[in-house]
């Protein structure tokens, strides 16, 4: 699991080649309203979910299910990614794919895997006539504790000062006909630490 975590830009839960160097700073997000839908019933698509628990569940299904093919594709030295389509799209997937492409260019291995606590729903914007994928908006702290990263020789390449949480902000899409959200973003939180 190869994370690019770049202060102030996207960042995609890749979390090795980035493991490597110093990443980010943490913070907590701060609470926000949930969105109120205006279109009508008849323009727009039925809802994905029944209610905010289902969305949660489904968020949680979706990363859980990215944790682990990132986690096999980065403990088998990133040689082949194409497991990562299955489970990201968009800018994820172009993220995760290059970071993978480096990783595996630098012969570096993931010792271990990744985990998570506290994923909580910041927001459900269901789909619309206009924009046909529903986006679930979530914070996640990324337990990365239970993971190395290793060169060729063996020697870890983790900075010995890495944080063993950063806290994220994820946004999931998922369109009427998928069967599943997709990660769509993994963004390092810029906000104050709530790992």
């Known amino acids: 699991m190869v994370t690019s975590l770049r202060a ?10 980035a493991l490597a160097i110093a990443l980010v700073g943490c913070s907590t997000p701060e609470p926000s309203s949930k969105p109120v839908a205006s279109a009508s019933a008849s323009a727009s698509p039925a809802p994905v979910f029944a ?62 895997s990744t985990a998570y606590n506290s994923l909580v729903v910041e927001q459900v914007v269901p789909a619309t006539k206009g924009t046909p994928a529903t986006r679930v908006s979530a914070y996640v702290c990324l337990d990365v504790s239970g993971l190395s990263v290793i060169s060729a020789d063996g020697t870890s390449v983790v900075a010995p000062d890495r944080p063993d949480e950063y806290p994220l902000e994820l946004v999931f899409v998922q369109s009427a006909d998928a069967p599943t959200l997709l990660l769509e973003e993994s963004r390092s939180w810029s906000g104050q630490n709530f790992c």
Do not use: H, M
Not at 8 to 16: D, E, R
């Open 51 to 112: 209610s905010e628990e289902e969305a949660l569940a489904a968020a949680t299904e979706a990363y859980e299910r990215y944790l682990e093919v990132s986690d096999e594709i980065a403990n088998a030295g990133w040689s082949d990614s194409s497991g990562l389509d299955d489970v990201l799209t968009g800018q994820a997937l172009e993220e995760e794919r290059q970071a993978a492409s480096d990783s595996a260019s630098r012969e570096l291995k993931q010792v271990g």
């Open 8 to 17: 102030g830009s996207a960042a995609l839960p890749v979390v090795l080649a």
